[in-house]
């Protein structure tokens, strides 16, 4: 199969389904944005040599993965049922893993600059880039309403919370402190 097809060439893409839209249309620009996200959760990836921080990555990395599908699928299409939805026990496994990530951590008591060690500056990018898939997906379901579901965008908001808190685990496990912002 060659990489290239040249249907794209006229600015349109097809959605699971079969639909073609433009290539800015609110649905492409989410799950654009969940595949960035992807990008730059390989991108911490490479740089993780904490096993628990690890397998959370990957996890993290199929179920944006995951994600995109859903996004790229509109509802009552052909071929729906193939497509695996996120769901609320997906959120609730991120839940899980923020509470025994950031139960290590030491009490926030303020915000904090990202940066520190190399990884936690790399998961605080894919911090950002879950913020921008989040506000995508907002977008998306206003310009469609019911376009993405309540369990998806709970997802996305957990998920930014979870590399929040791997990053500050990144920087403890580093022995790098966290940088407080004090806002002058």
């Known amino acids: 199969m060659r990489l290239y097809t040249g249907t794209g ?4 893409t097809g959605l699971f389904g079969g639909e073609r839209v433009a290539k800015d249309h609110p649905r492409v620009m989410a799950y654009g944005e969940a595949d960035g996200l992807n990008a730059f959760l390989g991108f911490a ?5 904490d096993a628990e921080l690890r397998v959370v990555l990957e996890e993290l990395q199929r179920l944006v993965f995951q994600l995109g599908a859903d996004l790229a699928t509109p509802l009552n299409m052909p071929h729906e049922s193939k ?17 025994a990530i950031d139960g290590a951590n030491a009490m926030q008591r ?5 940066g520190g060690c190399e990884l936690a500056a790399r998961l605080h ?8 898939c989040e506000r995508a997906m907002v977008a ?6 019911g376009a993405v ?3 998806a965008t709970q997802w996305i908001n957990r998920c930014s919370d979870l590399l929040f808190a791997m990053a500050r685990a990144a920087n403890r496990i580093a022995g790098v ?5 004090s806002g002058s």
């Open 149 to 151: 579901s309540s369990e």
């Open 140 to 145: 998306l379901d206003r310009t469609e309403a």
């Open 45 to 49: 990836a490479v740089v993780c040599n």
């Open 125 to 132: 990018l894919a911090r950002d880039a879950a913020r921008r």
């Open 177 to 181: 402190a966290d940088v407080p912002w």
């Open 110 to 114: 303020s915000f904090v600059l990202p």
């Open 9 to 12: 060439d006229d600015g349109t």
């Open 83 to 99: 497509v695996q939805r996120i769901n609320s026990d997906d959120s609730a496994a991120l839940e899980a893993h923020i509470d």
